[in-house]
């Protein structure tokens, strides 16, 4: 098992940043990728980004050029840097990880306001 623990969310203003931390423990040795899906009300979940352990990355084409994805593999911990917040990123934001199956954190909520 692969527990997540995700912290950085909030209410932020429209051309702001945020910060998401996801912290994974438990049985993390293969952990393969990491990343974050959202879900905004009466909408699909969908991958905003992730990060493989040898550093690839992918990212949705909403937030190209606007978010970033890194990982501290020492500290098994993956993070979103998200710049120049619109009100469409508002959202839960899901943490997951793959290791022989996919393990969810609890979601953190991201609110950008107008």
């Known amino acids: 098992q692969v527990q997540l623990v995700e912290s950085g969310g909030g209410l932020v203003q429209a051309g702001g940043s945020l910060r998401l931390s996801c912290a994974a423990s438990?049985?993390?040795?293969?952990?393969?990728?990491m990343g974050w899906y959202r879900q905004a009300p009466g909408k699909q979940l969908e991958l905003v980004a992730d990060?493989?352990?040898?550093?690839?990355?992918r990212y949705a084409d909403s937030v190209k050029g606007r978010f970033a994805i890194s990982r501290d593999n020492a500290k098994n911990t993956v993070y979103l840097q998200m710049n120049s917040l619109k009100p469409e990123d508002t959202a839960v934001y899901y943490c997951?990880?793959?290791?022989?199956?996919?393990?969810w954190g609890q979601g953190t909520q991201v609110t950008v306001s107008s």
């Open positions: 438990g049985s993390i040795f293969s952990i393969n990728a």
């Open positions: 997951y990880a793959n290791r022989a199956g996919t393990f």
């Open positions: 990060i493989t352990s040898g550093g690839a990355t």
